[in-house]
């Protein structure tokens, strides 16, 4: 596509001698350039984009979308805006041939369980027919095939990039994990949602890079029922930020709710199930003259809200409820209280919990599950997270009967100073634990330590499947360790 017809429906223009240029990609990171791509500069909280434009000149790029002038040769075409993210957003939409006006958009909000909500959404729809993909902080999903991404929702040329593939590959709906940053950032800019989901709100992402206060947090992602088209709308009745959080929406609601049994869905009757290595809980839906048992495969009763985000999506697209229970009683996400069936007689869970509250958290939930040793084994990232890592080793040692220490992308850090610090938090507590610096040695001694009745939670990793040493990303999956270290102890049995 030649430059002005890229930018023909847009509010900027080509100067005329460019009009010609040829655009066969967009890109906001100057290293992966080359001819033929248009370079748009981003200002990010520790780089500004316009640095780069010389970079991205000198590997063959010469259109360039910037804020301000830039200091090129003359045989660079530099389009000045107000707002490179939103032209980012729209350059990419028309690159692609506008993918999202041909697909139906899911989006999902709040500070807990946007994943799980989206994996069951994305197993029911699939599940009843419906070609659907994903896209969130568990990577991007379709036709069967799971990508990595680095941000929970990523940025706007890449969605489009993704929706492109997705719309070629037959996908005719896609759930997206919307994040604050995302909304914040306009990497959802020009995206028009059919349906969303608001999951619930707690103070979260506040910092000098991220939002500057609760009440921004909360009003960014307010955004997302309002701004963003969306014409249906689940949400948690019981979270008591619900009222604020719809307050600027005009599209049809549906509750959900653990507490009224005058919501459009309820779930009552909880009961939490153990069996051989899998946890789970199933619950009663009440909806209307509707009563059905529910059955999942995550543990913990939050993951009943998740469900009920789920089932109130699916009856958008009027998926039979035989098939919404099928799907929901076969649902494992990725990295979010992942149950590993490795040993018939010890369950091991992976999970992205990396501070102090998720861990808490993640920890008094299993806790539920009356196990015989209720082990963790963690670290914390290196080159950050000093401040995290006392109150972590605070929250393990109250909690846990064994702690393994070990590593967590220790980077350039050394991964025992890290650990040590995680052991300032034990105070004078006696809790038990060794300390393992190698993830995959600590993870062999988990699986080879677990006794009868144990549970075992590996926190930290969640769904990655790398582990950064020394500034190098190596392929690292903890399933592939626990399977395989599990295997070792069977066969020897």
Sequence with gaps: MNLKTLLSALPVKAPERFSRMRVDSVEYDSRVCTAGTLFVCLRGAFEDGHRFARDAYDRGCRAFIAEEPLSLPDDAAVILTDNTRQMLALVSSELYGRPAEKLTLIGVTGTKGKTTTCHMIYNILNGAGIPTG?????????????????????????????????????????????????????RIYGLRFDTCV???????????????????????????????GCRYIVYNADDEAAGYMLGG??????????????????ACEPRLWRESGALGVDFTLAAGDVRRRIRLRTPGLFSVYDALF??????????????????????????????????????????????????????????????????VLLGCVGGRTYTRRAPVGRAISELADLCILTSDDPNYEDPMEIIREILA??????????????????????????????????????????????GEHRPFSERSVIMKSAAEIMIEA
């Design 134 to 186: 994903y896209i969130g902080s568990t990577g991007v999903m379709f036709s069967g095939v799971r990508t990595s991404t680095l941000r929970t929702t990523p940025e706007s040329s890449d969605i489009y990039t993704y929706l492109h593939k997705m719309l070629a590959a037959g996908i005719k709906t896609v759930v997206i994990e919307v994040s604050s940053q995302a909304i914040k950032t306009d």
């Design 198 to 228: 608001f999951t619930n709100l707690s103070p979260d992402h506040i910092g000098e890079h991220e939002h500057a206060s609760f009440e921004e947090y909360r009003d960014t992602k307010a955004r997302l029922f309002s701004d963003y």
């Design 249 to 266: 929406a005009s599209a049809l609601t549906v509750s959900v709710s653990t507490k009224d049994s005058g919501a459009d869905l309820y």
């Design 310 to 375: 789920a089932i109130g999506v699916a009856r958008r697209f009027l998926v039979p409820e035989d098939k919404i229970v099928s799907a929901l009683a076969t649902t494992s996400p990725i990295g979010r209280f992942e149950v590993v069936e490795a040993l018939p007689y010890a369950t091991f869970v992976i999970d992205y919990a990396h501070n102090e509250a998720s861990l808490r958290a993640a920890l008094s939930t299993l806790r539920e599950y009356s196990p015989a040793r209720l082990i």
């Design 425 to 470: 938090g034990f105070g004078d507590r006696d809790t038990p634990f060794v300390c393992i610096p190698d993830r995959a040695e600590a993870i062999e001694y988990a699986v080879k330590e677990a006794r009868p009745g144990d549970i075992v939670l590996l926190a930290g990793k969640g769904h990655e499947n790398f582990i950064v040493i020394e």
